[in-house]
Protein backbone atom coordinates (compact mmCIF):
# COMPACT_ATOMS: atom_id res chain seq x y z
CA UNK A 1 0.00 0.00 0.00
CA UNK A 2 1.34 3.40 -1.17
CA UNK A 3 1.48 6.02 2.58
CA UNK A 4 3.08 9.64 2.38
CA UNK A 5 4.46 10.82 5.44
CA UNK A 6 5.00 14.56 6.57
CA UNK A 7 6.90 14.67 9.72
CA UNK A 8 6.33 18.33 10.55
CA UNK A 9 3.39 19.36 11.95
CA UNK A 10 4.04 23.26 12.09
CA UNK A 11 7.16 25.57 10.82
CA UNK A 12 8.71 28.57 10.83
CA UNK A 13 10.68 30.72 8.58
CA UNK A 14 12.28 34.03 8.56
CA UNK A 15 10.81 36.08 5.64
CA UNK A 16 13.85 36.10 2.79
CA UNK A 17 15.18 32.46 4.11
CA UNK A 18 14.86 29.05 2.41
CA UNK A 19 12.97 26.47 4.29
CA UNK A 20 12.54 22.98 3.99
CA UNK A 21 9.09 20.89 4.11
CA UNK A 22 9.93 17.17 4.47
CA UNK A 23 7.94 14.31 3.20
CA UNK A 24 9.06 10.77 3.03
CA UNK A 25 6.79 7.66 1.29
CA UNK A 26 6.35 4.24 0.62
CA UNK A 27 5.28 2.27 -2.24
CA UNK A 28 6.30 -0.73 -4.29
CA UNK A 29 5.85 0.71 -7.95
CA UNK A 30 8.38 0.96 -9.67
CA UNK A 31 6.95 3.98 -11.66
CA UNK A 32 5.07 6.96 -9.56
CA UNK A 33 5.13 10.65 -9.17
CA UNK A 34 5.22 12.74 -6.56
CA UNK A 35 3.04 16.44 -5.97
CA UNK A 36 3.06 19.63 -3.70
CA UNK A 37 0.25 21.42 -3.16
CA UNK A 38 -0.21 24.45 -1.58
CA UNK A 39 -2.96 25.73 0.56
CA UNK A 40 -3.75 29.05 1.47
CA UNK A 41 -6.05 30.36 4.54
CA UNK A 42 -8.87 30.87 1.89
CA UNK A 43 -9.11 27.08 1.40
CA UNK A 44 -8.32 26.52 -2.43
CA UNK A 45 -5.63 23.88 -3.34
CA UNK A 46 -2.89 25.21 -5.46
CA UNK A 47 -0.34 22.70 -7.70
CA UNK A 48 2.77 23.90 -7.03
CA UNK A 49 5.46 20.76 -8.22
CA UNK A 50 5.91 17.04 -9.97
CA UNK A 51 8.50 15.06 -9.83
CA UNK A 52 8.20 11.52 -12.06
CA UNK A 53 9.96 8.61 -10.32
CA UNK A 54 12.10 8.30 -13.65
CA UNK A 55 13.09 12.10 -14.16
CA UNK A 56 16.84 12.11 -13.40
CA UNK A 57 16.63 15.75 -12.56
CA UNK A 58 15.06 17.18 -9.51
CA UNK A 59 11.71 19.49 -10.28
CA UNK A 60 12.06 23.12 -10.21
CA UNK A 61 9.21 25.70 -10.51
CA UNK A 62 10.70 29.75 -9.78
CA UNK A 63 11.06 29.78 -6.28
CA UNK A 64 10.29 26.03 -5.66
CA UNK A 65 12.00 22.47 -6.22
CA UNK A 66 12.32 19.15 -5.04
CA UNK A 67 14.78 17.22 -3.74
CA UNK A 68 14.32 13.79 -4.79
CA UNK A 69 16.62 11.23 -3.09
CA UNK A 70 14.93 7.40 -4.46
CA UNK A 71 16.74 5.08 -2.15
CA UNK A 72 16.06 7.75 0.90
CA UNK A 73 11.81 7.63 -0.38
CA UNK A 74 11.76 11.20 -0.16
CA UNK A 75 10.45 13.88 -1.87
CA UNK A 76 11.25 17.51 0.12
CA UNK A 77 9.87 20.54 -0.92
CA UNK A 78 12.86 23.54 -0.58
CA UNK A 79 11.08 27.16 -1.02
CA UNK A 80 13.56 29.46 -1.58
CA UNK A 81 13.50 33.21 -0.48
CA UNK A 82 10.52 32.96 1.40
CA UNK A 83 7.91 35.54 1.19
CA UNK A 84 4.53 36.22 3.78
CA UNK A 85 2.39 34.66 1.20
CA UNK A 86 3.79 31.36 1.66
CA UNK A 87 2.17 30.97 4.82
CA UNK A 88 0.18 28.13 4.15
CA UNK A 89 -0.38 24.99 4.59
CA UNK A 90 1.40 22.16 2.55
CA UNK A 91 0.73 18.61 1.15
CA UNK A 92 2.75 16.19 -0.38
CA UNK A 93 1.15 13.81 -2.55
CA UNK A 94 1.94 10.75 -4.49
CA UNK A 95 -0.02 8.70 -7.38
CA UNK A 96 1.65 5.41 -8.66
CA UNK A 97 1.35 2.46 -10.10
CA UNK A 98 1.16 2.01 -14.52
CA UNK A 99 -0.84 4.07 -16.50
CA UNK A 100 -4.06 2.81 -16.33
CA UNK A 101 -7.36 4.38 -14.32
CA UNK A 102 -6.40 3.65 -10.55
CA UNK A 103 -2.93 5.14 -10.71
CA UNK A 104 -4.09 8.76 -11.80
CA UNK A 105 -5.73 9.13 -7.53
CA UNK A 106 -3.64 10.80 -5.00
CA UNK A 107 -2.35 9.64 -2.14
CA UNK A 108 -1.91 12.87 0.74
CA UNK A 109 0.19 13.11 3.40
CA UNK A 110 -1.46 14.96 6.97
CA UNK A 111 0.49 18.28 5.76
CA UNK A 112 2.48 20.83 7.15
CA UNK A 113 1.59 24.21 8.06
CA UNK A 114 4.77 26.92 7.55
CA UNK A 115 4.76 30.15 9.02
CA UNK A 116 7.03 32.91 7.38
CA UNK A 117 8.14 35.16 9.53
CA UNK A 118 8.89 39.04 9.10
CA UNK B 1 -14.87 30.84 -17.23
CA UNK B 2 -12.76 28.05 -17.44
CA UNK B 3 -11.73 25.75 -14.80
CA UNK B 4 -13.21 23.87 -12.53
CA UNK B 5 -16.09 24.64 -10.40
CA UNK B 6 -17.87 23.17 -7.30
CA UNK B 7 -21.30 24.14 -6.03
CA UNK B 8 -22.44 24.95 -3.37
CA UNK B 9 -19.47 26.55 -1.52
CA UNK B 10 -21.18 26.22 2.02
CA UNK B 11 -23.92 24.11 3.07
CA UNK B 12 -25.56 23.08 6.06
CA UNK B 13 -27.93 20.36 6.35
CA UNK B 14 -29.53 17.93 8.77
CA UNK B 15 -28.96 14.75 9.55
CA UNK B 16 -30.94 12.40 7.10
CA UNK B 17 -31.15 14.08 4.38
CA UNK B 18 -29.87 13.88 1.40
CA UNK B 19 -27.42 16.14 -0.40
CA UNK B 20 -25.71 16.80 -3.78
CA UNK B 21 -22.37 18.39 -4.66
CA UNK B 22 -21.66 19.49 -7.93
CA UNK B 23 -18.70 19.62 -9.69
CA UNK B 24 -18.41 21.14 -13.05
CA UNK B 25 -14.69 21.21 -15.08
CA UNK B 26 -14.57 22.92 -18.86
CA UNK B 27 -11.33 21.29 -19.42
CA UNK B 28 -12.80 18.08 -20.80
CA UNK B 29 -10.24 16.23 -18.57
CA UNK B 30 -11.19 12.33 -18.65
CA UNK B 31 -10.31 12.04 -15.11
CA UNK B 32 -12.66 13.64 -11.83
CA UNK B 33 -12.21 12.93 -8.38
CA UNK B 34 -13.69 13.88 -5.55
CA UNK B 35 -11.68 14.37 -2.17
CA UNK B 36 -12.74 14.70 1.25
CA UNK B 37 -10.43 16.80 3.58
CA UNK B 38 -10.59 16.60 7.49
CA UNK B 39 -8.10 17.73 10.24
CA UNK B 40 -5.15 15.64 10.54
CA UNK B 41 -6.19 13.23 7.91
CA UNK B 42 -4.87 15.30 4.97
CA UNK B 43 -7.80 14.33 1.43
CA UNK B 44 -8.94 11.27 0.94
CA UNK B 45 -10.20 9.91 -2.05
CA UNK B 46 -13.86 9.18 -1.88
CA UNK B 47 -14.51 8.34 -5.59
CA UNK B 48 -12.95 8.82 -9.00
CA UNK B 49 -14.27 8.44 -12.13
CA UNK B 50 -11.78 7.57 -15.72
CA UNK B 51 -14.31 8.74 -18.03
CA UNK B 52 -18.64 9.29 -18.47
CA UNK B 53 -20.17 6.54 -17.17
CA UNK B 54 -17.11 4.70 -15.46
CA UNK B 55 -16.59 5.35 -11.98
CA UNK B 56 -14.79 3.54 -8.77
CA UNK B 57 -14.67 3.68 -5.38
CA UNK B 58 -11.76 5.46 -3.26
CA UNK B 59 -10.67 5.05 0.24
CA UNK B 60 -13.52 6.14 1.78
CA UNK B 61 -16.59 5.60 -0.32
CA UNK B 62 -19.13 4.74 2.37
CA UNK B 63 -22.18 6.57 2.16
CA UNK B 64 -21.44 8.23 -1.11
CA UNK B 65 -22.73 7.61 -4.52
CA UNK B 66 -21.54 9.38 -7.30
CA UNK B 67 -22.46 9.68 -11.37
CA UNK B 68 -21.22 10.87 -14.48
CA UNK B 69 -23.41 11.08 -17.52
CA UNK B 70 -21.38 13.78 -19.21
CA UNK B 71 -17.64 14.22 -18.96
CA UNK B 72 -17.52 17.93 -17.52
CA UNK B 73 -20.00 16.70 -14.46
CA UNK B 74 -19.06 14.98 -11.82
CA UNK B 75 -22.22 15.47 -8.86
CA UNK B 76 -21.26 13.77 -5.32
CA UNK B 77 -24.10 12.86 -3.37
CA UNK B 78 -24.36 11.73 0.38
CA UNK B 79 -28.11 9.82 0.40
CA UNK B 80 -28.23 10.09 4.15
CA UNK B 81 -25.79 12.70 5.77
CA UNK B 82 -24.36 11.90 9.12
CA UNK B 83 -22.53 14.35 11.43
CA UNK B 84 -19.27 12.35 10.55
CA UNK B 85 -19.85 13.30 6.74
CA UNK B 86 -19.02 17.01 7.94
CA UNK B 87 -15.85 18.15 5.83
CA UNK B 88 -14.27 20.29 3.11
CA UNK B 89 -15.20 18.12 0.01
CA UNK B 90 -12.68 19.11 -3.24
CA UNK B 91 -13.32 17.76 -6.72
CA UNK B 92 -10.62 17.54 -8.99
CA UNK B 93 -9.58 16.55 -12.50
CA UNK B 94 -6.47 15.56 -14.69
CA UNK B 95 -6.02 14.65 -18.34
CA UNK B 96 -2.14 13.93 -17.60
CA UNK B 97 -0.19 11.82 -15.26
CA UNK B 98 1.32 14.74 -14.13
CA UNK B 99 -1.38 16.84 -12.81
CA UNK B 100 -4.76 17.26 -10.86
CA UNK B 101 -6.43 20.50 -10.47
CA UNK B 102 -8.39 20.76 -7.66
CA UNK B 103 -11.99 23.22 -7.22
CA UNK B 104 -12.69 25.40 -4.89
CA UNK B 105 -13.53 23.25 -1.94
CA UNK B 106 -17.59 22.55 -0.35
CA UNK B 107 -17.44 23.55 3.26
CA UNK B 108 -20.18 20.81 4.70
CA UNK B 109 -21.74 21.12 7.70
CA UNK B 110 -24.20 18.21 9.04
CA UNK B 111 -26.29 18.85 11.89
Known amino acids: AQKITQTQPGMFVQEKEAVTLDCTYD???????LFWYKQPSSGEMIFLIY??????QNATEGRYSLNFQKARKSANLVISASQLGDSAMYFC???????????????FGSGTRLLVRP | DAGITQSPRYKITETGRQVTLMCHQT?????MFWYRQDLGHGLRLIYY???????DKGEVPDGYVVSRSKTENFPLTLESATRSQTSVYFC??????????FGPGTRLTVL
Open chain 1, 93 to 107: AMRGGFKMDSSYKLI
Open chain 1, 27 to 33: TSDQSYG
Open chain 1, 51 to 56: QGSYDE
Open chain 2, 27 to 31: WSHSY
Open chain 2, 92 to 101: ASSESWEEQF
Open chain 2, 49 to 55: SAAADIT
